[in-house]
Antibody, heavy 123, light 105 residues
């Protein structure tokens, strides 16, 4: 069964860049049937989609974060990554990676999730 | 697209029927999903495209609605069903509702 695992620093300083990686196991990131996504959840709050990428590198982002977000894919390592620049305390959250089925070229819902990783922005 | 979930909290007993609402700021056809999240865990997909149960989801979970009004129904609450539930639309770039917490009365 496909598994997703987030990794990266748990503490980032304000104004710096948050960097996380999601490693895909028991499945191929180059499958034409999937998209790959990042979602975050501030402590005690709701869910916010950050962005989605296809293995080809085609990506789209939440308009509210687009100026600070880059999602990339490394097919040789079977993982995809998130970079969020100029972070503030408001970016403190649990960051999840997730898979979206690709049906007729459209990204569907988030059917597999990683366990999540807490990233705290603090000096 | 803004999703508004109600109520914010639902206090019920095991065996009760739970009815959760999700309203969208514009019509999204049937492009709505429901997720369950327990403390310290990632969300789990329950329902997709308004009324289709995801793989392995018990039949006590059902979804209905289209356009702007959607409902998640849990026919008889089991102890493991007490959690937070989120709706999410895929008509436009994905957005989530604020969640409904189903707690033990």
């Amino acid at each position: 069964q496909l598994q997703l695992q987030e990794s990266g620093p748990g503490l980032v300083k304000p104004s710096e860049t948050l960097s996380l990686t999601c490693t895909v196991s028991d499945g191929s990131i180059t499958s034409s049937s999937y998209y790959w996504a990042w979602i975050r959840q501030p402590p005690g709050k709701g869910l916010e989609w950050i962005g989605t990428i296809y293995y080809s590198g085609s990506s789209y982002y939440n308009p509210s974060l687009k100026s600070r977000v880059t999602i990339s894919v490394d097919t040789s390592k079977n993982h995809f990554s998130l970079k969020l620049s100029s972070v503030t305390a408001a970016d403190t959250a649990v960051y999840y990676c997730a898979k979206q089925p690709r049906i007729s070229g459209t990204a569907y819902y988030f059917d597999y999730w990683g366990q999540g990783t807490l990233v705290t922005v603090s000096s | 697209i803004v999703l508004t979930q109600s109520p914010a909290t639902l206090s019920l007993s095991p065996g009760d029927r739970a009815t959760l609402s999700c309203r969208t700021s514009q019509s999204i056809s049937s492009y709505l999903a429901w997720y369950q999240q327990k403390p310290g865990q990632a969300p789990r997909l329950l329902i997709y495209d308004a009324s289709n149960r995801a793989t392995g989801i018990p039949a006590r979970f059902s979804g209905s609605g289209s356009g702007t009004d959607f409902t998640l129904t849990i026919s008889s609450l089991e102890p493991e069903d007490f959690a937070v539930y989120y709706c999410q639309q895929r008509s436009n770039w994905p957005t989530f509702g604020g969640g409904t917490k189903v707690e033990i009365k």
